[in-house]
């Protein structure tokens, strides 16, 4: 695989990866394109999720510094006694919200048995997911109040929000930001706010996942049995840190001013296209 072709991934996946049109189907599809699969497709996808992360950690800085401290007020709660910050409730949620979608991650790496891990890999499976959690998208986007800021925010709501992306984690094409999004718009919670949450709770997941993609390339360099190295991996991350803030930033903007509509469209328009044309496609 070329330098450019890297250069092209990774840029999809930093632009895809905050909006909720499934940063991981899109990355599958160009992958095999280009003939990364299996492992090394994931790795890819995997270091990319640094970049992607380092973006969202600057974009939302002020509310990551607020969740650490929180967090460290939070630990020293059965000491204190004290009532619970805003950045104390925000580190709570963030941690209520990780567990489920964790364990599922690894199981599907660890456990799943490979024919498994290809049919939900295969554009089928891409497509389906594409379109049935866009429809889903916009029914929670639109009907209901939608009201909710963070000050809201229950630790079960962060527990079900955060579930769903276990359901991402196995399945492309249903989009980790995308099914956030749509249970905290489900629980009426505003569209700038489901989007915000939906971004920070990921933060656990994509270091997981970096870390992951890091430990993959190091290993495959000592071993000289991997399509990239390790340097190509940090070029990979730098190039979806940029596209990210970016699509950050684009994505904040947009919500303040319309609803999620533009990317329903959009998945549905995919979805119907990997159908009509999956005869052609490389993908298994």
């Not at 090394?40 to 509310?63: C, H, P, Q, W």
């Not at 999004?181 to 489901?194: I, K, N, P, V």
Request: charged content about 10%.
């Amino acid at each position: 695989m070329s330098l450019f072709q890297l250069f092209i991934i990774a840029a999809i996946q930093g632009v895809t990866e905050w909006l909720p049109i499934s940063s991981s189907a899109h990355v599958l599809l160009l992958s095999d394109t280009f003939g990364a699969v299996g492992r090394d497709e994931l790795l890819i996808n995997a270091v990319s999720n640094l970049g992607t992360l380092a973006a969202m950690l600057l974009y939302f800085r002020k509310d990551v510094a607020s969740a650490l401290v929180g967090g460290v007020e939070l630990a020293m709660v059965p000491v204190t006694k004290k009532a619970l910050s805003p950045g104390a409730r925000l580190a709570a949620c963030v941690i209520v919200a990780t567990p489920i979608a964790l364990v599922a991650a690894i199981v599907y790496e660890a456990l799943l048995p490979p024919g498994a891990q290809d049919a939900l890999r295969s554009v089928q499976t891409v497509a389906g997911a594409t379109i049935v959690f866009g429809i889903l998208l916009w029914i929670a986007d639109v009907y209901g109040p939608r009201t909710r800021k963070e000050e809201d925010m229950t630790l079960l709501h962060a527990l079900m929000i955060g579930a769903t992306q276990a359901v991402a984690a196995i399945i492309p094409g249903t989009s980790r930001s995308g099914i956030t999004m749509t249970a905290a718009r489900a629980l009426g919670y505003d569209r700038t706010e489901a989007a915000r949450f939906s971004m920070l709770i990921g933060a656990p997941i994509l270091a997981a996942a970096g870390l992951y993609g890091a430990y993959g390339l190091l290993e495959a360099d000592a071993n000289g049995d991997n399509l990239l190295s390790f340097q190509d991996g940090m070029v990979v991350a730098l190039v979806a840190f940029i596209t990210g803030l970016a699509s950050i930033w684009g994505l904040m903007a947009l919500l303040k001013r319309m609803s999620f509509l533009p990317f329903v469209i959009y998945r549905l328009i995919l979805g119907v296209a990997l159908f009509v044309f999956m005869p052609f496609l490389a993908v298994s």
